[in-house]
Structures are given as C-alpha cells and as structure tokens.
C-alpha cells in the first residue's frame, strides 16, 4: 500500500475557504475504527499545549496512525504545511439520549489573523446518524467575527450542515467555523477524537496547484450559503477573495471586481 | 348582595410568553427568513440548537399573519469606520412573542 500523504487539489482548497471545512468520508479504515472505539473510550493522555506533532504522538500511538492516513496527512500538509504543533486534542463523548446540545459556538477566542489560520481535525470512529446529534456546523460562517458562545442565540440557520457521515470519516474545519455538538436522542453513545493544529510556515501554495486556473476554483470561491444575508452575502465574497489571494500570493485575485472596485484610487492627474 | 365577579372560585388565567426570533435577509420585516430560535415559556417544548431543517415561515410578515407579535428589532447601525467590510452577527434581528394560556403552573425550581 502506497502510504504517501494525498494532497488536496486547488478545488478542493478552494472550498474549504469558502465553507470553512473539508470533508473525507470513510477515509478511515474499519480495523482502525475499531480501535478507536476502545482507546477514546479510556480518553487519549493530554500533551502540552503547543507539542511539535513530530513529537506528540508516539509513532506506534493512535493518534499516529490515525494521522498517518494517507487522505488525512495530505489534507493536515495541504492547510497548514508541514511540521505544525498540536495545540491540544479532546475526546468528545455524547452519552445516549444524555446531555444538551451545544450552543452555537467558534472554540477557543475570537481569532481574525488575515493571513494565517487554525484547523481543527474532527474524527468519527462510527456511522453517524441524525439521531446520533452529530455535529452542527454553519458552512461558509469562520470569517465572522464572533467570539465564542456569542453565537449561542442562533438555534438554526438556513443551510447549516447536521453531520450525518459512515465510520472513518474526518472533517477539517477553520478556527472560526460555528459549529456544536447536537444533542444525542439515539441509544448509541457517540464518540469524536478532535486536534487543533497550529502552521509553523506561511500558508501559501501548500496544496497540489497544478489544477489552480481551472474554472471549478472560482465557482468554489463564489458559492453562496442560504443563511446569508443578501447585502452581508457580498462581504462574504469580498473576504474570500482577500484569503484566496494570501494563500496563493496573487494579490490581483478577485470574484466579481468585489476587492477591485472598492480599492481603486487612481492618484494620476489628467493629462 | 350582589357576588364580585372577580372574587369568584374560577382561577386567574395563568399566561407565558413565547419567544420566536427571526434573522432575515434584509432590514426589511417582510424579507426572507435566514435563521430562527425558539424559546417556549410555557415549557410544553424545549427548542434547541440545530433542532429543524426548515424556518417556522417564509417572511417576518408571515410570521405576524399567524398571530406572532412583533416586540424588538435590530437597529440599523453604520459600519465602525475602518470596519465596513468586516462580516460579525447576523444584522437583521426581529425578537416576536406569542402569550399562551397554560393550565397549570410548574414551579421551574422542582419541575413540581
């Protein structure tokens, strides 16, 4: 088997800055999964906030193994480069028909660096269903500026994303994603792995770009998400336009002349 | 001599509000619904995060048509100058209540 790391293309990058998250189903494979199952139930040790991941995990370890997949190391190398820290990790558990859903919420504190992000690794060892209260994310809202549980009045937004996946699959999501655990109403207690990552290098170009100029980037960049609001829905783009053009160092990059328009200041007089 | 109707046997309605708040797609109370919470003072349901698929209606408007009434809106406020093109909280917020007559009173403390 071939264990090189799979590195995401320009479109899907691209969506991952217009949504604020990446997908891989079932990625994971079953024995793995089962594993799983058992090591999160006894919780994973804590390692220092900050741990390079070369030497977080040891190599036998399940966290390792987990992030030695080939379509997860791809995807962790391609957002945030090589050689990032793991700024912490946590088991979540959502006992059957037991607990309350999470407010809507972006971890840690509100976080607005322009030109440099977070991700956070979240992993299902088993099928999830609706029932199961996976997580709730809002796609396309970790460029908002919002700190924390702040977001806690919004119970549902029009588009929002109720994880409903099969075992294995892992999301990556931006720091600033909105998202929560929902409650579980099923008889199955579900278990999440997460890990924050933190870049030790510039995002930029860190992804396989040989597809960079091909159409489907920019119609990842322009998609718009039902909860928008229609005027907000334009700062959206504007915002994308601005990180799209920090990942890939073109700072010509725009969708729909949004950035152009607004920062033309001709200084030449008239002839 | 004549019995005070108000100091009759029958007991007092008891009332409780019903909170609905609607974020829609402009300032406009008949835009389109983008987002909605409930809270339920009466305690028959307990509304909570990513708990529907589908607004309670289409439009503010609607939501006055079946009875909802309006109590707070979002103001409308300018950009923070160096801040126009920052995206925060949704803008457009409009709290509505509905009163409900309930039966019987639960102490919120015991749940008795």
Known sequence: MDNEPILLDSVRMARFVARGSLRLDAVVPADLNAEALTVLAQEVPPVPYGTPLARAYAPDSFPARLLAVPQVAGALRSLVGPGPLVDHHAVHVREPRGGDAQPLHADAIIDVRPDAFDVQLMYYPQEVTLEMGGTLSVPGSHLRRTNETDTGRYQNLRGQDRLVCPAGTVVFVHHGLWHGGRRNDSDTTRYMFKIRFNPTVRQRLLWDTSDLHDPRVRAELDVHFPWYEQATGRLERYNRALLWRELTGDPDFDLDHWVTRVSNRPQEATA | ?112
């Open chain 2, 1 to 112: 001599m004549t019995a005070d109707p108000r100091t009759d046997t029958a007991p007092a309605p008891v009332l409780r509000q019903q909170v609905l708040v609607l974020y829609l797609s402009t300032s406009a109370l008949d835009s389109e619904v983008l987002g909605w919470s409930r809270y339920d003072g009466t305690g028959r349901t307990s509304p909570t995060t990513g708990d529907g698929a589908e607004p309670p209606y289409g439009t503010g408007l609607d939501a006055l048509k079946d009875g909802w009434r309006l109590i707070q809106a979002a103001q409308l406020l300018p950009p923070h100058p160096g801040h126009e093109y920052d995206v925060s909280f949704l803008k457009h917020e409009f709290f509505l209540e509905r009163i409900e007559r309930i039966e019987r009173v639960e102490d919120p403390r015991t749940g008795a």
